[in-house]
C-alpha cells in the first residue's frame, strides 16, 4: 500500500504519541515531500534553512530549486518578491513583522494547495478532472489489505472525509474540493468531521468529551505508567493546553484546540525567528536591503518562478 501523510499527521503525532495515524497515512512519498515533513530544527538544534525556504517561498517545488541559482541571481528574484511580489504589502521600502506573518501564513496555504493538486492528480488515475471514491480506494488500498481490521477502519475514517469534502454532494472530488479531503486540518468545513473520527476512536464513555485517560489512552487502550516521562508530559499538557477550563475533561472546542495546528500562531513565530535573525539595525521590521543580503535565511541560492506570490506583477516586467 501507497502511504500519504499531511501535515496534520506529522503534527499530530509530534504532540500526542497516543492518537492514532490520521485518514490520510497512505502514500509514503508524503512523508518525504510534504511541508510537514520538514523539521523546523536541525538535530543540532539550529533552525532548519529548507524549513524557512518553504516557508517564505510558499512551493517545496520552489525551494527544492535554490541550489541551482548563484547568489547574485537569488538575490535579484527575491528583491522583486519583496518589492512587487506582495511582501512588502504596503509598498513603503520594509516588512514589518504583521506583513511578514501574514506573507508566510499565505504560504503555508499555497503549500496545502500544491501538496493537494499533487495527490489530485496522483489519484485521478482516469483523468477525468475528479476523483471518485473508487478511485482513492483502488490507488491507496490493495485488495489484500481489505480483510484487515486496520485497513477498513482508515477507510471508514476516510470516508467521513470524502463525504464532508464533497461540497456539491455529487459523489466526486473535483480538483478545488479535493485538497480539503487531503488535508482536513487546513479548512474549517473539515474540522467537524476530524472530530467526529477522533471521538469515535477516544470518546470510550460516550459522554461528549475526552477525560485524560481517554485522552491518552492508545489504539489498544494501553496507557503509560503514571511515572513515565510520556505520562508526565502528556498530563501537563493535558492540564496546562487543552483543558481551558479546568474540568478535566475536553469539550469539543478543546478537543479541536488539540486536533488543528493554529498555523497563524505558526506563521508568526516563523515571521519572528526571519525578523530575529535578519533585522541587523534592530528596528523591529526589516528593510529591502536587509532581506536581500540575508537572502540564505529567506531562501538560499534558488531559482523560483514566484508562483502565486508575483500575480500583482505587470507581465512586462523583467525576471
Not at 472530488?173 to 467526529?196: C, G, I, K, R
Request: net charge negative; proline share 3%; hydrophobic share 35%.
Amino acid at each position: 500500500m501507497n502511504f500519504k501523510l499531511s501535515e496534520f499527521i506529522l503534527l499530530v503525532i509530534a504532540l500526542q504519541p497516543t492518537l492514532s495515524a490520521h485518514v490520510h497515512s497512505h502514500n509514503k512519498e508524503r512523508v518525504d515531500d510534504g511541508f510537514g515533513s520538514v523539521n523546523h530544527f536541525a538535530t543540532d538544534g539550529s533552525h532548519n534553512s529548507e524549513y524557512d525556504h518553504q516557508a517564505v517561498l510558499g512551493s517545496k517545488k520552489e525551494a527544492a530549486e535554490y541550489d541551482e541559482l548563484p547568489p547574485e541571481e537569488s538575490q535579484r528574484r527575491l528583491r522583486i518578491l519583496v518589492t512587487k511580489g506582495g511582501m512588502d504589502a504596503d509598498t513603503d521600502g520594509f516588512v514589518s513583522k504583521e506583513e511578514l506573518t501574514q506573507w508566510v501564513f499565505k504560504s503555508f496555504e499555497s503549500l496545502a494547495s500544491e501538496e493537494g493538486i499533487e495527490s489530485f492528480n496522483e489519484e485521478d488515475t482516469n483523468k477525468d478532472g475528479y476523483v471518485s471514491w473508487d478511485e482513492h480506494i483502488n490507488y491507496n488500498f490493495e485488495a489484500d489489505e481489505l480483510q484487515f481490521k486496520d485497513t477498513n477502519e482508515m477507510i471508514h475514517e476516510d470516508k467521513i472525509l470524502f463525504k464532508a469534502a464533497d461540497i456539491n454532494n455529487d459523489g466526486k472530488l473535483d480538483v478545488t474540493e479535493f485538497p480539503a479531503f487531503n488535508s482536513p486540518e487546513d479548512f474549517v468545513s473539515m474540522h467537524e468531521a476530524l472530530y467526529q473520527i477522533t471521538m469515535e476512536k477516544k470518546d470510550k464513555n460516550n459522554d461528549g468529551a475526552l477525560d485524560f485517560s481517554e485522552f491518552i489512552r492508545d489504539e489498544r487502550g494501553g496507557i503509560p505508567e503514571p511515572k513515565s516521562e510520556i505520562y508526565i508530559i502528556e498530563k501537563e499538557r493535558f492540564s496546562k493546553d487543552f483543558d481551558l477550563d479546568k474540568n478535566g475533561k475536553l469539550d469539543k472546542k478543546e478537543t479541536l484546540l488539540w486536533l488543528v495546528p493554529d498555523i497563524r500562531e505558526t506563521a508568526a513565530s516563523e515571521a519572528d525567528h526571519l525578523l530575529t535573525t535578519c533585522d541587523d539595525d534592530g528596528d523591529g521590521k526589516l528593510s529591502v536591503e536587509e532581506i536581500v543580503s540575508h537572502y540564505d535565511v529567506f531562501v538560499g541560492s534558488e531559482a523560483t518562478d514566484f508562483g502565486d506570490h508575483l500575480h500583482k506583477i505587470n507581465p512586462h516586467d523583467e525576471l
